[in-house]
């Protein structure tokens, strides 16, 4: 399983940008996924998860009220709906899907990681 990380972009403060997460070979319908950020000389954080069926949804804090994470079962896809952007959300950003069918923010839950998408906010 891998998939791809798409949308990312230059964008001002305040603005808004919706990364999607593609699973080409359709083999992570039955996982969680989720969205993780790697700042410049930061560790790899945890963004955002959903579910298998998209039913349970889980934040990090720094993004919560912000970011909204939904899934399109039919499109083998997940979508990162980012709003209200700050500089401090500036990093690659990064999906993988989960070992198991529910949610979490641990990291070595995640298996499968692609290659991630750049998200710059200026101030």
């Known amino acids: 399983v891998q998939l791809q990380a798409s949308g990312g972009g230059l964008v001002q403060t305040g603005d808004s940008l919706r990364l999607s997460c593609t699973d080409s070979?359709?083999?992570?319908?039955?996982?969680?996924v989720g969205w993780f950020r790697q700042a410049p000389g930061k560790e790899r954080e945890f963004v955002a998860t959903?579910?298998?069926?998209?039913?349970?949804?889980d934040y990090s804090e720094s993004v919560k009220g912000r970011f909204t994470i939904s899934r399109d079962r039919a499109k083998n896809t997940v979508y990162l709906q980012m709003n209200s952007l700050k500089p401090e959300d500036t990093a690659v950003y990064y999906c993988?899907?989960?070992?198991?069918?529910?949610?979490?923010?641990?990291?070595?839950?995640?298996?499968?990681w692609g290659q991630g998408t750049q998200v710059t906010v200026s101030s």
């Open positions: 993988a899907a989960s070992r198991y069918a529910s949610t979490s923010s641990q990291l070595s839950h995640y298996k499968s």
């Open positions: 070979k359709r083999t992570s319908s039955n996982n969680a």
């Open positions: 959903i579910s298998w069926s998209g039913g349970a949804t």
